[in-house]
Structures are given as structure tokens and as C-alpha cells.
């Protein structure tokens, strides 16, 4: 089995070159596969893995998480089971829109349980890409409500 | 009849309720905490809502999301299990208020049990035995009309918490010196337990047994006994071993208990099912300690022995559900009798070897017991991992036996056949009460473990 040390050793000499894919087959078998992540320098942070199959999935997560990170979007879930709520009433007009542009902090929606309102507020400034809820339908405790793009 | 049945609550309880509702043919929707989306509760219901993240404060014990979960899922009817909101006279209230059914009693009767004080005053007034104690709540230790009062009853004391339950707050005072630090001491830690610092004084009780009668009471005032349980296997006041029926309990006596448990019950006009819990010396003198306003962990003991019209018909939680629909009884008292002996062991996730140490984490593998006369409830599987915010309890094993000895022998076959892999359990711990010669030879009080078992250790 290869020793964590001859691992970092590799990624040593990775980060000295610009090498995108690094293939190690052991004398025992063992396969070790460094890859560079986009734009990420290596650090002695890679976790050591034990085949090839899980490295690729490891890896596959990871680069996945990078296109999510290139759009730049972001979840508001719902902060308790209940009522969502776009709007004070039906008189009033909803917090949000599609499209619209919000700043952090700012309440995007309401969830009502047993009377009480509850404020679901922006974590940071956006804009709205896609409300996931219809309003007045019940959401459970995390459920994704709004979908947030980041502003340029 | 109830159409959809939300379960406040989780594990082994959880799915006892969802398989009564099933079987009843009434749809069951499960809460769940983000720390339990994979007990298996969540899996077998049919429908499932995430209520709030894991401690119970924001999740299993949080009243409004429980009444938004049953406004999202259109239940009509809460069940609350054991332990969390079963006994919180309040959410009984919110239910009703909301126009849930609430399957247990009145909001009234949780209430009433609920303070012990009180709980032992309308015992007494019903006629029922109560432990000799003192009248009112202690208000100031150092009143002299206190002290003689309790000299008058007789070392040694206990001191109990008002608000207190199980065992929490318990402390024995032998003399007359060490009374007074023990009831500030007392009073002191119940208002840090509790949020009150009401306590009250009872004689204690030495190597007594501790005996329970169930109830199913209907909304019309029928009300059943069952036979007793004996729950004197106890570790700091928790119940590890319960079995039925209690070994030194005779017909003549079973009879007594019974009915001193019924008078309670139709004293407060209680409904849905109960246990009365009695404290009994070795002279079969019981008194009653409290009432207990839900169903209990270990009320499949009771459903093992009892024969209803002389079939094994006893569903405790399905009478339960037809209790709070509205039902009536269909049998009383003279319709059951007792087949068998059955013991249960409470399988918990935490160290004997370590002084019960909770042992948290993933279970690798296991293998559950099985055959003639051996009934499981849990929640576990391999490869779930326990979460650490909830009760130890993994695990009850029941077994029934012909008697008493071929139930001792038939669970250390089941204990055997046991096994789980990746964290510490009780199973070794109750392999080896089971052997114990006093324990086969049904010498079991509440003092047993001190007796018997840590002293040879």
C-alpha cells in the first residue's frame, strides 16, 4: 500500500509543473490517480484513496461542484415546515419576482405555521433565477425555496 | 374513525404506531429530524415530512411545526409515542384546539398525573394506598413543623421532585442530620431539572418491588386492567428488564392492584391507555407512586400474556387509536386472563463495561433473533448510524414462555442469537442478570443491580 508521504512527495512534484493528470500504478497494484483541480493549486489536503473507481468519483463530485461554482448560484431553503408565502396577502404585490434583484438580508418570503409568520431573508445579494415553491403551498424544514445567481 | 395519522415521534416507538395504524387500514404520515432522514421509521410510512434539524428543541419537540406537519399532510390525528410531547398537557391542548385528535388522554388528566403532589392527593381521596409522606410541598427546609412532620413518618426518607420523572431529582435521606442539606440540595437541582423547585418528602421504601398496572379506558367511562408488569430491574431508576406477570403476585392480589388502578383512572375520568405505577413491599402492601399518561415502552410484555375471551388478541396501540376515534371497550376486566410469562430486555447503545456510557455510531451488521415465542421492535439495520441527539434505546427483545423459567431461557437464546456489530450494547449486561441465580429465583427488587451485580464486578 502506498505510504501517505510517497503521495505527498507526488503532489510536490505536481505542483512544479503544469501536469494535469498523474497516473501511479503500485508494484502491489494499487492505481493512484492525482488530478489538478481547475485553477487550484495543490496543497497536501488530497485525501489518499484506496482504487481508482472511488478517486473518479471523488474527483467527478468535485468538478461538479465547479460548474455550480461557475454559475454562481445558490439555494435559500426553507427555515421551517410550513405555509410559504410570496406576499403579505393577495392585496399586497409578492416580495419577489423572477429576475427581480435583491440585496442581503432582504425577505424574500414568509413561512406561516399556527399563525405565526416567519421571515425567510436573503443570505446575500442575488438575483432571483427561480422561485421553486408555488405560493401558499407547504414546504418542509430545508426544502429548497429560491434559486439566487450572483450578481456580476 | 381516524383517516390519517401523523407519529410525533421516532425509532422503535414510531414504527410500533405506524404498523397498529397500517393494520387498521389508516394512512400513517412520519416526522423526521435532518439527523434521522435514514431511520428506518421515515421508510415504512407512507408519507414523511422533515420537520427541523436534529436536537428535539427544534424538531421533535417543537409544537408548531408538528401542528404545520399535520396541516401540510392533511393528518387528522396525532399519535405522540412515549417520552418528547406525550405528556405535555399543552400540545394535548394545541391538538384539540386545531381540531386534531390527540391519541391519549385529556389534557386534564396529563395535567392531573402530571404534578406528582396532586397526582397523590386525588389518589388518596379515590381511595388508593399512598406512600406515607408528607401533605404539601416543601417551602422551607428549615421549618420546624416540617422536620417533625417528617421525623413522624420515619427514617429513612426520599425526597422526590414534584415536577420530576423518571427517577430524576431522587434522593434518600437516612437521618434527621443529613435532612436538611438534602432538601436544599433537592430543591436546587429540581429547579435546574424542572424549572420548579416544588419537592416533596415519602417514606422510603426499602428493597421494595416495582409493580405497574396498564389501563385501556374508553371515552365512556369503561376502564380494564391488565395484569401487572414487574419492572424492578432498574439501573439509577431507568427500567432495563420488565416482565409479566410479577412472580410473588397472586390472583387475590392481582385483583386489588387492579382495582385500586381502575378507581384512580375513573377518579380523574380518564381515557385512552395508562399505567398506574405502584411501589410494593415484601408483604404485597403496594403504594401508588404515579400515573404514567402515555403508552410505555415496555407495554408489549402485556400484550404477550394477555388473553382477551381466551384469544391473544391485545393491541395496545390499535385500542389506543380506537379509543381516541371514539370507540367503546369491547371486553372488561373479567375477559382477561394470563397465558405464558413473557420478559422484555431494553436493548440500549451504551457500555456496560463503561458504566453505561452511550456508544453512538454506524451499525456494521447485524443479526436478529427469531423462532418460537421472540418478538423485536427496533428501528435499526445495518448500516444506520445512530444519531446522538435521542435516547439509547435500539432495541426491545420480548420473548413468551409457557413460565418463567422457559422465558429466562428462551431470551438467553434470543440474547445469543443477537447480534450487533460496530457499537457497544446491553446485551452481555442482560445475559448476565438473566444468570443470576437470585434473578432465576425471582428475588428482584429495585435494589437488585446494587445487590447483586455491581458488588460482584
New interface residues.
Partial sequence: MANINDIQQYIDFLSTTDIEELEITAPDGEVILLKRKPGIQYSGSIKKQQSLGETESQIKQESTKEEQKDKKEFVITSP????FLLSISKDHPPFIVEGAQIKQGQKVAVIE??K?LRDVVSPQDGVVKKILVEDSK??????PLIVLEEVK | MIKKLLIANRGEIAIRVIRAAKELGIKTVAIYSEADKDCLHTMLADEKICIGPGPATESYLSIPSIISACEATGADAVHPGYGFLSENSYFAEVCEACGIIFVGPSKESIEKMGDKIEAKKIAKKAGVPVVPGIEESVKNPDDIALIKEIKKIGFPVIIKAAMGGGGKGMRIVNSEESLRIALLTAMEESKKAFGSDKIYVEKYIEEPKHVEIQILADKKGNVVYFPERDCSIQRRHQKLIEESPCSVVNEHLRKKIGRAATKLAEEIGYYSAGTVEFIMDKKGNFYFMEMNTRIQVEHPVTEAISLIKGKRALDLVKEQILIASGEKLRFDADDISICGHAIECRINAEDPDKDFLPSPGKIESVTFPGGNGVRVDTHIYAGYTIPTFYDSLIAKLIVIGTNRQEAIRRMLRALDEFKINGIKTTIPFHKRVLQTQAFIEGDVTTNFLHKYIYEQA
Fill in positions: 421551517m415546515v410550513g405555509k405555521t399556527m405565526i407547504f414546504v418542509e424544514y430545508g426544502q
